[in-house]
């Protein structure tokens, strides 16, 4: 079964202007999303997908490849979808160019379900909340699920419910990595937009709301996403610890 990871990248950026080539360490912040997508032996293609001359330019002088799309893409999956449709692939790996310390193994976390379960369309990852502060930031995405760890719902809102500090339910946090069938992305960005998720602004909704189930797999890692340039200095002090 053939995969793809496709990096979708914009230069335009309501909060960071251009985040996409970001300096972390001396490389773009993508070329540091690429290179984890580079060292999953699993995945077959890995490209980035703009509509910016100079995120090409830039993803080309590191050795990308890149596909050129529309600049009229409303979001990142639609992105990806265009991209994808040129290419032989059963998988697409949509990963974001703004988290640079993502894991390949979460990738491949969210993507071995679907490999084990052809019923599966579209996966996910989840990581536990530690800090309550991030209960309450409506950046940071919740995630509730079934007993099979499929999704019931994903909100801005803290979810679930905490009557007493001794809950058994956890509070866990939504890691925008999404695996798609190929035959899904194409159904999926056709799917005209939903109540809820054009309320959260959160377009994983939309498959809920018409009816299709994600498969959340829990993970370790935790996400340092790029919004701000604050946030550069937060990855970069991380990485010379790491070091």
Not at 4 to 24: D, N, V
Not at 35 to 44: E, K, L, P, S
Not at 60 to 73: D, I, L, S
């Amino acid at each position: 079964m053939k995969i793809a990871a496709i990096i979708p990248a914009r230069y335009e950026s309501t909060r960071f202007r251009g985040k996409a080539l970001a300096p972390i360490c001396g490389k773009p912040m993508i070329q540091w999303v690429y290179d984890a997508a580079r060292h999953c032996d699993f995945i077959d293609q890995v490209f980035i997908a703009t509509d910016n001359e100079q995120i090409r330019a830039a993803a080309e002088a590191f050795g990308a490849c890149v596909c050129m799309t529309a600049a009229t893409h409303a979001t990142g999956t639609d992105r990806v979808a265009e991209a994808a449709e040129s290419l032989d692939t059963h998988i697409v790996i949509n990963l974001q160019g703004d988290e640079p310390l993502i894991e390949p193994e979460a990738i491949r976390q969210a993507v071995t379900p679907l490999l084990k379960d052809s019923s599966i369309v579209l996966g996910t990852l989840k990581t536990r909340i530690t800090d309550e502060r991030d209960l309450g930031n409506p950046h940071v995405v919740k995630v509730v699920t079934d007993v099979s760890d499929c999704a019931l719902y994903f909100s801005r809102s803290p979810i679930p419910f905490m009557n007493n500090t001794n809950s058994a339910a956890a509070a866990y946090r939504h890691i925008g990595l999404y695996v798609f069938r190929k035959d899904f992305l194409r159904t999926f960005t056709r799917l005209p937009q939903t109540a809820l998720e054009q309320s959260e602004n959160l377009e994983q909704l939309r498959a809920l709301e018409h009816g299709y189930r994600i498969k959340v797999t829990t993970t370790s890692y935790q996400p340092i996403g790029v919004d701000t340039p604050d946030d550069i200095i937060r990855v970069e002090n991380m990485l010379k610890n790491k070091k």
